[in-house]
């Protein structure tokens, strides 16, 4: 199986900050059939790794409560100098929330926001050049940005990332842009100034491949996961709002065969 063609600018790792690693562990593993491996504690802080089939798909770690957020998935972009990019990040409207850090042996990285305000991870590749596996079940199939600001969102990452965008949609209902095109698109940022609740941040969502939604969503309650939106058939596949035993949001979506 070849490895996901992950460009600069695009979408090249994901990982979750849970306040309960082990019960996460075993929620995916139940869910997506994932097996971990975790790293040296002095080196990585015990950063846990996972794989699917033997490939890399997601990283845990734990959220020891003292940044305040709660438990959450996060999306890292590649880009090619982390600091530079820090830098154009803070120039175009985001923020540095984690200023540029060595990774030993495997890359760099830091942590900012978007000119909405969605918090994003950048990713400079050193040994660790991402996911090894995507859009095949138990992997990160899509990753997309709700964001009230959407000008200055789809502009930041033309600015920052050097995304070349494509207008998915732009209609009132509906306004969507996209990294590439078509079927090369790697992600996409939607108005949601519309709908979505002032108490509720810009972020970006991450979605997985399953083979069943409707089965996925059983196991989860069974699991003690919750969910935010039941699932709906789109152009797209079955996409279902989840998310896991201590709260952390993310999708499911099933590929529907082709009418």
């Given at each position: 199986?070849p490895k996901p063609d992950i460009t600069p600018g695009a979408p090249c790792w994901i990982d979750l900050m849970t306040s309960e690693p082990e019960k996460a562990k075993?929620?995916?593993?139940?869910?997506?059939?994932?097996?971990?491996?975790?790293?040296?504690?002095?080196?990585?802080?015990?950063?846990?790794?996972?794989?699917?089939?033997?490939?890399?798909?997601?990283?845990?770690?734990?959220?020891?409560?003292?940044?305040?957020?709660?438990?959450?998935?996060?999306?890292?972009?590649?880009?090619?100098?982390?600091?530079?990019?820090?830098?154009?990040?803070?120039?175009?409207?985001?923020?540095?929330?984690?200023?540029?850090?060595?990774?030993?042996?495997?890359?760099?990285?830091?942590?900012?926001?978007?000119?909405?305000?969605?918090?994003?991870?950048?990713?400079?590749?050193?040994?660790?050049?991402?996911?090894?596996?995507?859009?095949?079940?138990?992997?990160?199939?899509?990753?997309?940005?709700?964001?009230?600001?959407?000008?200055?969102?789809?502009?930041?990452?033309?600015?920052?990332?050097?995304?070349?965008?494509?207008?998915?949609?732009?209609?009132?209902?509906?306004?969507?842009?996209?990294?590439?095109?078509?079927?090369?698109?790697?992600?996409?940022?939607?108005?949601?100034?519309?709908?979505?609740?002032e108490s509720i941040p810009a972020h970006w969502r991450i979605y997985f491949a399953v083979e069943n939604t409707d089965a996925a969503i059983e196991k989860t309650t069974?699991?003690?996961?919750?969910?935010?939106?039941?699932?709906?058939?789109?152009?797209?596949?079955?996409?279902?709002?989840?998310?896991?035993?201590?709260?952390?949001?993310?999708?499911?979506?099933?590929?529907?065969?082709?009418?």
């Amino acid at each position: 199986m070849p490895k996901p063609d992950i460009t600069p600018g695009a979408p090249c790792w994901i990982d979750l900050m849970t306040s309960e690693p082990e019960k996460a562990k075993n929620f995916y593993t139940e869910l997506f059939g994932w097996t971990y491996e975790t790293g040296d504690e002095e080196k990585y802080g015990g950063y846990i790794t996972a794989f699917k089939n033997g490939q890399s798909v997601a990283g845990l770690m734990k959220n020891d409560g003292q940044s305040g957020y709660p438990d959450v998935w996060t999306t890292y972009l590649r880009v090619d100098n982390v600091d530079a990019t820090t830098q154009a990040a803070a120039s175009n409207g985001g923020q540095i929330f984690v200023p540029p850090m060595e990774v030993p042996e495997q890359g760099k990285m830091a942590m900012i926001s978007d000119a909405g305000g969605a918090a994003v991870g950048v990713w400079e590749f050193g040994g660790h050049t991402g996911f090894q596996l995507a859009a095949e079940p138990g992997s990160p199939a899509w990753h997309e940005i709700f964001t009230r600001d959407y000008p200055a969102t789809v502009k930041f990452y033309q600015d920052v990332f050097g995304w070349d965008t494509d207008v998915m949609s732009d209609t009132d209902e509906f306004k969507y842009t996209t990294l590439g095109a078509g079927e090369n698109a790697k992600a996409g940022i939607m108005d949601v100034s519309a709908f979505l609740p002032e108490s509720i941040p810009a972020h970006w969502r991450i979605y997985f491949a399953v083979e069943n939604t409707d089965a996925a969503i059983e196991k989860t309650t069974a699991l003690g996961g919750q969910v935010v939106q039941p699932a709906a058939d789109t152009p797209f596949g079955r996409v279902a709002t989840l998310t896991d035993p201590t709260g952390a949001m993310f999708l499911i979506v099933q590929e529907l065969p082709q009418q």
